[in-house]
């Protein structure tokens, strides 16, 4: 059978010109694709973390629903309740259900109604086993039974991972993993991990060393204070920083060092 030339067809105006040496795409098709180099921004939902400078730096400008986030931290129960508190603040305010399992500390329930909490709306789930709480996990994500999970998973390998992120993407809520950061060297599915840290003068300390986008170089700094402390603590204690770059300004180079003398003891008579 020969092969039958036709003439080809009016230019489409839908095509958009490429940069040079790059084939034509059509427009839908061009709106639809991501560049590696450039922060994601065709993400299913979000919710804002309530932070404004980590929500510049996240893809979509919040927390990801419908995925899973990783945050990892040198000590568990310390930091999470302060960076996600916010967030979780907007989803009970929305009336929606936060859950949590197996949390390494008692949740402290005169802390979290400071941060703006419900009890009405607070699950806690303990499970001590690793699978236990691997199971429990799955299956909050996999019945879309909250509007927020935070799992502690401190063991859990990157196929179970992968398998948590599928379920994940049919979950129209938040879902946060929190593992130490020691984690940050091993295989995860998880779109989005961040690790905090604490800073001298209370503040947070975000690396997001994974997302959809370019590597974020640097740091991410949030202002933050513990609920409560702010109104008792002195204003030498608001900035600590303050108190230790006096001690180090006096051992600089060129400066002069006083010596402490020791105070001397009264006569005995």
Not at 131 to 159: F, G, M, Y
Not at 170 to 180: D, H, N, Q
Request: proline share 11%; with cysteine; net charge neutral.
């Amino acid at each position: 059978m020969p092969f039958v030339l036709r003439r080809a067809d009016p230019i489409d105006p839908t095509f958009v010109s490429p940069p040079d040496g790059q084939p034509s795409v059509r427009a839908p098709v061009a709106n639809a694709l991501w560049r590696a180099s450039e922060l994601g921004t065709q993400v299913a939902a979000v919710v804002s973390s309530g932070w404004e400078l980590l929500d510049r730096e996240l893809p979509g400008g919040g927390w990801p629903c419908q995925a899973v986030t990783e945050v990892l931290m040198p000590q568990p129960c310390v930091i999470e309740w302060r960076l996600l508190g916010p967030a979780l603040q907007s989803v009970v305010a929305a009336e929606g259900q936060v859950a949590v399992v197996a949390p390494p500390r008692h949740p402290y329930l005169p802390g979290l109604l400071h941060e703006g909490l419900n009890e009405r709306q607070f699950v806690w789930v303990q499970a001590d086993a690793p699978a236990e709480r691997l199971w429990v996990a799955e299956q909050l994500i996999k019945a879309n039974a909250c509007s927020a999970l935070i799992a502690w998973l401190p063991q859990v390998r990157p196929e179970q991972l992968r398998r948590l992120q599928a379920c994940a993407q049919s979950c129209e809520g938040l879902v946060f993993l929190c593992r130490p950061e020691a984690a940050q060297h091993e295989a995860s599915a998880a779109p989005l991990r961040v690790h905090a840290s604490f800073g001298l003068d209370w503040e947070l300390q975000l690396r997001i060393f994974k997302r959809r986008g370019p590597v974020l170089e640097g740091i991410v700094t949030l202002p933050s204070m513990p609920g409560g402390l702010a109104s008792i603590l002195t204003p030498r204690l608001l900035a600590p920083s303050r108190l230790f770059s006096r001690e180090v300004s006096a051992d600089v180079v060129g400066s002069p060092v006083v010596p402490l003398r020791p105070r001397r003891q009264p006569a005995a008579h």
